[in-house]
C-alpha cells in the first residue's frame, strides 16, 4: 500500500478515470481521539476493577467494539435500573442527563464517566446560555443518546429541531433571547443550513464560541468531500446507528458518488462494484481498522490491485483518561521487578 499525503486534485481528476481497479483508503478515518479514550476505560476499568462492568448503553455506535467488550466481561444496559445497587457503572462516550446522574447517585452506584470531552463542551454551553435566561434551539437528531443527554442540561427551556420545516413552527417567550446548539457529528452542510434557517427565523440568535460539530466529524467529511469526485463508489465502514457514520454516506451521496454503509465486509453487494474502477474507504468514528482492512481485503480478492492511502489532512487529538480510572491504574499493584 502506498500513502500519499494529499493531493486531492490528482486524486480526483485521476480518480475515476484509471484503468487499473484501485483503492483510494481515506485518512483521516475510523477511531477517534472520543472513541479511543472511552474503549480504553472500558478496558482499564475491566482490567483493575475486574468483571462485570456495566455500561449504561453502548459505549460507542459500534456493534463489533461493544460484542469485543461484552466477550471480556462488559455487561451492557439500557437504563440503570438493570444495574445492581452499588456496582460500578460506566457511562457512554454520547454522554448523560442530570437525571441519569441523579438515578446513579440515587442507586449508590460508583460511576466512571466515558462522555467524549467534546460532548461535555456542549452540555456546558446549555448550562451557560441556560442560566443567563436564553430559550435554546437544539440542532440534532432527537433519538440519538448525545441529543437526549444535551437536553437535559435544560429540558424545560430546550427545544430540539432536525428539519428546517421545525425551525419555522419554533415558538419561545423571547424571540430576542434564543441560543442554538448542535449535535456534535452532525452533517456540515446540514448544519449550516440548519443555522441558517435559525438565523434567518430569529435574527438575534447567539450560537457557540466554537462549532459543536467536532473535529472528527469534520475531518473524516472533508477528507470524503475531497475524494468522493474522482471514485465510483464510496463505501463507508460504520455500524447503522452511528451518526457520524451516515453522515459520510450522506455527503458522498450529496456528491452524486454511491456510498453504502456496511458494518464488515460481508455487506458489500457484489452489484454495488459492477463497473466500479475507483472504489473509496473510509470509516466512521467508531469503527475499528481491523474491519476496515477486512474490508480492502476483500476489495482485493476482487481485483482491486492498487491500494493508495490518500491523506487529507493529519490527525494528532488525544483526551486524557478520568480520574476514577488514573487513580485505578496508579493503586493497581505494580508487576515484580
Ligand atoms: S465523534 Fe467527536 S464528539 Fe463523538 S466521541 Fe468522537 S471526538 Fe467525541
Redesign the pocket.
Given at each position: 500500500m502506498t500513502t500519499t499525503i494529499l493531493d486531492p486534485v490528482a486524486v480526483t481528476e485521476n480518480g475515476s478515470s484509471t484503468t487499473t481497479k484501485r483503492v483510494l483508503l481515506l485518512k483521516p478515518r475510523g477511531f477517534?481521539?472520543?472513541?479511543v479514550r472511552?474503549i480504553d476505560i472500558v478496558r482499564i476499568a475491566l482490567e483493575t476493577f475486574g468483571a462485570p462492568i456495566y455500561v449504561r448503553k453502548e459505549i460507542?455506535h459500534n456493534s463489533y467494539v461493544v460484542n469485543d467488550l461484552a466477550k471480556k466481561g462488559a455487561i451492557f444496559v439500557n437504563e440503570l435500573d438493570e444495574v445492581p445497587e452499588g456496582a460500578r457503572v460506566i457511562y457512554s462516550?454520547?454522554g448523560v442527563s442530570p437525571a441519569v446522574r441523579q438515578r446513579a447517585k440515587d442507586r449508590g452506584l460508583k460511576v466512571v464517566d466515558a462522555t467524549?470531552?467534546?460532548?461535555t463542551k456542549v452540555h456546558v454551553e446549555a448550562i451557560k446560555f441556560a442560566r443567563q435566561g436564553y430559550s435554546l434551539v437544539l440542532v440534532g437528531h432527537r433519538d440519538h443518546e448525545?441529543v437526549e443527554g444535551t437536553q437535559g442540561e435544560a429540558p424545560e427551556v430546550t427545544q430540539v429541531v432536525s428539519t428546517v420545516e421545525e425551525v419555522e413552527a419554533l415558538v419561545v417567550p423571547d424571540p430576542n433571547k434564543v441560543a442554538y446548539l448542535t449535535q456534535?457529528?452532525l452533517s456540515l452542510d446540514e448544519a449550516k443550513y440548519m443555522i441558517d434557517a435559525l438565523k434567518k427565523k430569529f435574527p438575534n440568535i447567539v450560537g457557540p464560541h466554537a462549532q459543536d460539530i467536532?473535529?472528527?466529524?469534520e475531518n473524516r467529511q472533508t477528507a470524503v468531500k475531497n475524494v468522493a469526485h474522482g471514485a465510483d463508489v464510496v463505501l463507508v465502514v460504520g455500524s447503522r446507528n452511528s451518526s457520524?457514520s451516515n453522515r459520510l454516506v450522506e455527503v458522498s451521496q450529496n456528491l452524486g458518488t454511491n456510498s453504502y454503509l456496511i458494518d464488515k465486509a460481508e455487506d458489500i453487494q457484489p452489484e454495488w462494484l459492477e463497473d466500479a474502477k475507483t472504489v473509496a474507504v473510509t470509516a466512521g468514528?467508531?469503527a475499528p481498522e481491523v474491519l476496515v482492512q477486512e474490508v480492502v481485503g476483500y476489495l482485493q480478492t476482487r481485483g482491486y490491485g492498487s491500494v493508495d492511502e490518500v491523506e487529507v489532512m493529519p490527525e494528532n487529538?488525544r483526551f486524557g483518561l478520568p480520574p476514577e480510572i488514573v487513580q485505578a491504574i496508579a493503586s493497581a499493584p505494580q508487576p515484580a521487578q
Open positions: 477517534c481521539a472520543g472513541v472511552a460507542v462516550a454520547h467524549c470531552p467534546l460532548v448525545e456534535t457529528t467536532c473535529y472528527a466529524t457520524n468514528a467508531s487529538v
